[in-house]
C-alpha cells in the first residue's frame, strides 16, 4: 500500500474570509495558521474585495489551512471560475512564536474589472471588523474605500456632465 502524503493546502484571505464565523459556516474544518502580507498587491473594492497587482502598495492577508473539500465550498462561495479566479503566489507565512516560512498558497482575485464599487455598509464592517481583531493597518483598508469613492464621485460627475 502506497503512503499518500496529504499536502497542506492554504488559503490567502484578505476580503470576507477574514470573517472566522462566515469562514466557519462555508468551511468547517478550516483552521487559520498564521497572517500574510502580500508584497506588491493593491486592495481594491469592486462591490466587493479583489487585490491587483501595485508594486507601490500591499495588503494584509488571514492565511487558512483548507481541505480539498473547502476548497469546491470556497470555489461555489465566489463564484469560481466566473467571477473570481484562483491565483497560486508565494508567501511569507507568519506564525505566532514560529519562524517565517515561504509557502504556497491559493487566493481568488475577480476576473473582470468592472471598475471601483463600494461596497455595502454590511460589507465593508465584515472586513473592518476583521481587520481590527487580526491587527492590519486600518489606513489600507480605508484607502481602498477612498479610492472607490473618488472614482466613483469622478465618474457621477462625468456622467452630469454629458446631460
Not at 462566515?22 to 497572517?35: E, K
Request: charged share 25%.
Amino acid at each position: 500500500m502506497k503512503n499518500k502524503m496529504k499536502r497542506k493546502k492554504y488559503y490567502i484571505a484578505y476580503g470576507n474570509s477574514l470573517s472566522v464565523g462566515q469562514m466557519m459556516q462555508r468551511c468547517p474544518g478550516a483552521q487559520i495558521v498564521g497572517q500574510a502580507v502580500l508584497v506588491g498587491w493593491e486592495l481594491l473594492f469592486r462591490g466587493c474585495a479583489t487585490i491587483a497587482p501595485n508594486p507601490k502598495k500591499n495588503t494584509p492577508a488571514l492565511v487558512w489551512k483548507i481541505s480539498e473539500r473547502d476548497e469546491r465550498c470556497l470555489d461555489a462561495y465566489e463564484g469560481f471560475p466566473h467571477n473570481f479566479r484562483k491565483e497560486y503566489l508565494s508567501i511569507e507565512l507568519l506564525r505566532e512564536g514560529a519562524e517565517p516560512e515561504i509557502v504556497t498558497a491559493m487566493t481568488y482575485i475577480m476576473e473582470k474589472d468592472f471598475g471601483c464599487c463600494a461596497p455595502s455598509p454590511y460589507y465593508y464592517k465584515i472586513l473592518k471588523d476583521g481587520y481590527k481583531a487580526f491587527h492590519f493597518p486600518m489606513h489600507i483598508l480605508e484607502d481602498a474605500l477612498k479610492k472607490c469613492r473618488s472614482g466613483e464621485a469622478g465618474r457621477q460627475m462625468s456622467k452630469e456632465g454629458q446631460r
